[in-house]
């Protein structure tokens, strides 16, 4: 057999691909139908009359079945320009957007011009797994920032692990895995730690749309120097429902954009029309129906909260939540791997272990469980604590 990259073979499998394994072949019954907690995506489809948008493209604008513009269509680097210009203040112009394949893709494109293989980038943990998988298959060493007890990295750590080869620092707010919102003042401090060392924040927020905090989440778009520092990520997928369109977002320097164009053009020379179509239809028109999907997910994690003493009763800890999260240190004296597959034999419950987000050596990930609720309602969340308060192993 031809060999393989080393690079590659040696990065880890997908994670939820690899969850949903453990429930091949099994069935579940009536009375306790398996609960899906695994995946941070809507599970249902757009809107009706985004639905209905999107037809209309297709049947009355030829150009949508094209080829676009590398870096998005400039109505909709425009539109979302203006949005986040609205929503943080300061300004960003439409130069400053790109529009990508998804958010992850985004992530790929940032790292691809920042990073060679040998060099660094810092990731706080429990870190977003994809972006760790991204990086050990270029060949860039994901350096792990640990976080404390309130799951919120802390500049004074992050400084320390700063190299010769250190290109950036990633941080995901509100956060996957445990749905941490990363105050003003801390991203802030990120972002000075960053440009005083000459290197990138890269900041994803996959997630803003369902973030607790009124009003902006940070101000560092109103810093008049922030292209120098700051690459902005967004996803349109968790907001709009479109995951399966692939329709995400960057925002940087027009220098960053032009190396940026060059990564989209030899992977997708586009991200999907339609989905970009779609996107710029529901900035325009979707701003109640998203503000009424925000308050769905803050009730989703207000329930999770309320309900969870029994379950600190048993020892388990409820280490952060919001968003779309949960994540849970339990008491067991068992790995998270086997806590994780035994819950889908005894619980009918599929999450996932915190040795997803951790570091292979990292003792906190054998204790710890990532529950994404958004998808399922309050009172699926209280079943879910029922079921958990009722495991033995």
Not at 41 to 50: G, K
Not at 56 to 69: A, C, F, I, K, R
Request: one cysteine or more; glycine letters at 6%; charged letters at 20%.
């Amino acid at each position: 057999m031809t060999p393989f990259n080393p690079n590659l073979a040696a990065t880890f499998p997908p994670p939820v691909m690899e969850a949903r394994r453990w429930v091949d072949g099994k069935t579940f019954t009536a009375a306790k139908p398996l609960i899906n907690v695994s995946q941070a995506a809507p599970v249902d489809p757009p809107p009706d009359e985004m639905r209905q948008a999107m037809a209309d493209t297709v049947l009355h604008q030829p150009e949508v079945h094209l080829y676009g513009p590398d870096l998005g269509l400039p109505a909709l680097r425009s539109e979302l320009a203006v949005n986040m210009t609205r929503h943080y203040g300061g300004h960003i112009g439409a130069e400053n957007v790109a529009i990508t394949s998804g958010c992850n893709q985004a992530f790929c494109a940032a790292i691809a011009t920042l990073a060679a293989p040998g060099d660094e980038v810092i990731l706080p943990t429990p870190w977003y797994f994809n972006h760790k998988m991204w990086l050990d298959m270029s060949g860039i060493t994901a350096v792990p920032l640990a976080t404390g007890a309130d799951m919120v990295p802390d500049t004074a750590a992050a400084e320390a692990l700063i190299g010769p080869r250190t290109r950036a620092i990633v941080l995901v707010t509100p956060n996957n895995p445990t749905g941490v919102a990363y105050p003003p003042s801390v991203i802030a401090a990120f972002r000075d730690l960053a440009r005083r060392h000459g290197i990138a924040l890269i900041i994803d927020e996959t997630y803003r749309d369902f973030h607790a905090r009124p009003g902006a989440p940070h101000e560092l778009f109103t810093d008049p120097d922030w292209q120098d520092t700051v690459i902005h990520l967004y996803s349109f997928s968790k907001s709009y429902r479109l995951t399966g369109h692939r329709v995400g977002a960057m925002a940087s320097s027009v220098a960053r954009l032009a190396e940026v164009e060059k990564f989209l053009d030899t992977v997708t020379i586009c991200a999907a029309q339609l989905g970009q179509h779609a996107a710029l239809w529901g900035l325009r028109n979707l701003d109640n129906w998203l503000a009424g999907e925000r308050e769905k997910i803050l009730s989703r994690a207000a329930a999770m909260r309320e309900g969870f003493a029994p379950l600190a009763d048993q020892g388990w800890r409820l280490l952060g939540c919001g968003a779309y999260f949960a994540y849970l240190e339990h008491p067991f004296d068992m790995s998270a791997d086997d806590l994780a597959q035994a819950l889908v034999d005894q619980s009918a419950i599929l999450a996932l272990p915190g040795t997803m987000f951790t570091p292979e050596d990292d003792p906190t990930g054998v204790r710890q469980l990532r529950v994404a609720f958004a998808n399922i309602d309050e009172t699926g969340i209280a079943e879910v604590q029922n079921r958990l308060a009722a495991f033995t192993p």
